[in-house]
């Protein structure tokens, strides 16, 4: 694999299925890392939770051409960031799917997280293809099966996995904290919002 770092790799699982390509992104993942990090207008968002609210244990944005509901909220998309565009463009290409929004995470240490869900939102469609960048500080992604089965993933700076299939129905993920990491980490979830029920 030399410089580029692992290649692209299917993963076939129960009601799903995963592409896991660790070095996608590794000629350019320090300038996106930098750019992203700087120039995404990054905001601490609320979460409702039994009743209460609380501020997410990450910083967030939403981008693209749609509205989004997204944990009982609406949010108003940012306008396209050229490099977001960009990447946007790649990540078509090299899917054959359009996308026309896309979830920037910024988890700013191990401290920062994101817990059980699937991304099952009606907005999105029944069986959603959703292509996630991570830059910046490696961290685990756990997969569970509703059956019981459990995965696990090291999401590495520079690599994309698209989750793809009835993943959505069948698996839940999360980001979870991990001691020790100090390094902050920015993931983007590109994802095609269908024109039905979309909220200008
Ligand atoms: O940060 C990650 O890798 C996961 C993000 C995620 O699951 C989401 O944005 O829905
Ligand atoms: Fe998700």
Same mark, same amino acid.
Request: hydrophobic share 40%; glycine share 12%; net charge negative.
């Given at each position: 694999?030399?410089?580029?770092?692992?290649?692209?790799?299917?993963?076939?699982?129960?009601?799903?299925?995963?592409?896991?390509?660790?070095?996608?992104?590794?000629?350019?993942?320090?300038?996106? %890392?930098?750019?992203?990090?700087?120039?995404?207008?990054? $905001?601490?968002?609320? /979460? !409702?939770?039994? =009743?209460? @609210?609380?501020? *997410?244990?990450?910083?967030?944005?939403?981008?693209?051409?749609?509205?989004?509901?997204?944990?009982?909220?609406?949010?108003?998309?940012?306008?396209?960031?050229?490099?977001?565009?960009?990447?946007?463009?790649?990540?078509?290409?090299?899917?054959?799917?359009?996308?026309?929004?896309?979830?920037?995470?910024?988890?700013?240490?191990?401290?920062?997280?994101?817990?059980?869900?699937?991304?099952?939102?009606?907005?999105?469609?029944?069986?959603? %293809?959703?292509?996630?960048?991570?830059?910046?500080?490696? $961290?685990?992604?756990? /997969? !569970?099966?509703? =059956?019981? @089965?459990?995965? *696990?993933?090291?999401?590495?700076?520079?690599?994309?996995?698209?989750?793809?299939?009835?993943?959505?129905?069948?698996?839940?993920?999360?980001?979870?904290?991990?001691?020790?990491?100090?390094?902050?980490?920015?993931?983007?979830?590109?994802?095609?919002?269908?024109?039905?029920?979309?909220?200008?």
């Amino acid at each position: 694999m030399g410089l580029w770092g692992g290649a692209p790799e299917w993963i076939e699982l129960s009601g799903g299925r995963l592409l896991w390509w660790p070095g996608a992104f590794a000629a350019e993942a320090d300038a996106w %890392l930098a750019q992203l990090g700087r120039e995404i207008p990054w $905001r601490q968002h609320r /979460l !409702r939770l039994f =009743g209460r @609210e609380l501020d *997410e244990p990450r910083l967030s944005c939403w981008m693209g051409e749609a509205a989004y509901r997204y944990s009982g909220r609406t949010r108003a998309p940012e306008p396209w960031h050229p490099l977001v565009a960009e990447m946007r463009r790649r990540l078509e290409a090299l899917c054959e799917r359009p996308f026309n929004g896309v979830l920037l995470n910024l988890y700013r240490d191990g401290r920062d997280s994101m817990g059980w869900h699937a991304d099952d939102e009606p907005e999105l469609g029944p069986d959603p %293809l959703i292509a996630s960048v991570s830059l910046g500080a490696g $961290r685990r992604f756990l /997969l !569970r099966h509703g =059956g019981g @089965e459990r995965r *696990e993933l090291m999401l590495d700076h520079g690599s994309l996995l698209v989750m793809a299939g009835e993943m959505q129905h069948h698996w839940q993920h999360a980001l979870p904290r991990m001691a020790g990491v100090t390094e902050a980490r920015i993931n983007l979830t590109f994802r095609y919002l269908p024109p039905q029920g979309r909220e200008e």
